[in-house]
């Protein structure tokens, strides 16, 4: 294995180890979109066993296991923790081609410096190093995510939250930044009105609003955007569908809000208008405190029906969705351009074929007022593979500019994760030192390494303003 990832691992001229050993390896990373745990954070919190800390949450990891013929209570059920690691070591053999093989291994050397392959035969070696340094205080959260040099967290949190652990870390000692990002989906979420109605029950003790109306609601709301800003928060995020850009009435959007009051359903028609006249008022809030704002569309979640009334969400059961609705993509940023309040804006898509057509859409409404204002967000979910961030990597370069992108992302629930952006770094240096082999780009390494460190960290930090 130390043969497999050594240090030149996926860099194939000696133009791309450049990059990446001079340029790109120590740049800290800000990890600007993931699901982390700020209670653990602020805890500090102590894994006891290797798979609590990597299998516990990783619908990556249970879907490859499902895939390969391993029981559900290895997976998220009541196996010990042994037993749940003794099948993803089985596993990991077969996952040839899926980037867990290569991110398993990069996580192995990088926290632990295991460079043995992980199979049956090395499993229990491999089960009890990891486990002996995990009784270390040099492996609690708070040091695992310094080792890997981050420096900025940016978790996505409900605007029920009360921020508390935000607000702990903040208070201590710890150095790298952990801010909140405001993700409002089921504030919105009209087209479940059982949850939905629950939801408006919380938002009101929350607030501290009585909501008896459309207005009660969005003042509700907008005083929890209000609480999410004075606690640091810059950035909001959305997974959505689609961008919902219909027209719509105040008196229409009172009278669905009403309709859903009284727990009746509404129609597709009119969900199209709430969530129209929703998205459009978040985003104008957003601009107003000069936020970000990122918008996940298009994964079809929860496919499997009888897994999901058994698990609940996250637990891996959703699938790359249809193409995005572009016109409803565009007709919702010209909406805010229109309006003078379009913010700095993410999108991503789940489907890859959306890429070349959302690199052109975000170039309609990049208007000189901030490099790079409205781009294609980082290979996302199912994308986050070497053949997706090649892809991605290609549609910006060819429909924009690439080096004003902001850069990857782990979008993730594991402290283990961060190998993933060493993983698109090598990618990166690679994508580009082949041009510069090919003579496609000047073989001037300072200037294109400089590009990389921009994408790689630089233009991030100018962009969420850090």
Known sequence: MSQFINEHFLLESLQAQKLYHDFAKEMPIIDYHNHLSPKMIADNYSFSTITEAWLYGDHYKWRAMRTNGIAEKYCTGD????????????????????????????????????????????????????????????????????????????????????????????????????????????????????????????????????????????????????????????VSDHGVEKLYAESYTHSELAAIFKLVQKGEQPDNVAIAKFKSAMLTLLAEWGFEKNWVQQYHMGPIRNNNSRMFKQLGADTGWDSIGNAVDLQSVSSFLDRLDARGKLAKTILYSINPNDNDALATMVGNFNDGSFPGKVQLGAAWWFNDQMDGMINHLKSVGNMGLLSRFVGMLTDSRSFLSFPRHEYFRRILCNFLGEEMKKGRLPNDEKWIGSIVQDICYNNAKHYFDL
């Open 79 to 234: 196996a010990s923790d042994w037993d749940k690691f003794e099948k993803w070591a089985i596993t990991v053999p077969y996952t040839v081609q899926n980037p867990l093989f290569h991110w398993t291994h990069l996580e192995l050397q990088r926290y632990f410096g295991i460079s043995e392959f992980l199979n049956k035969s090395s499993a229990k070696k491999i089960y009890e190093q990891c486990n002996e340094q995990l009784k270390n205080d040099s492996t609690r959260v708070q040091q695992l995510l310094q080792k890997m040099n981050v420096q900025y967290v940016g978790t996505t949190d409900d605007p029920l939250d009360d921020l508390q652990y935000h607000q702990a870390i903040k208070q201590s000692d710890f150095q790298i930044k952990v801010l909140p990002s405001f993700r409002p989906d089921k504030a919105i979420a009209i087209n479940n009105v059982a949850d939905f109605t629950i939801y408006l029950k919380k938002l009101e003790q929350v607030a501290g609003i009585k909501i008896d109306d459309f207005d009660s609601y969005t003042a509700a709301l907008k005083s929890r955007h209000d609480y999410f800003s004075a606690n640091g928060c810059t």
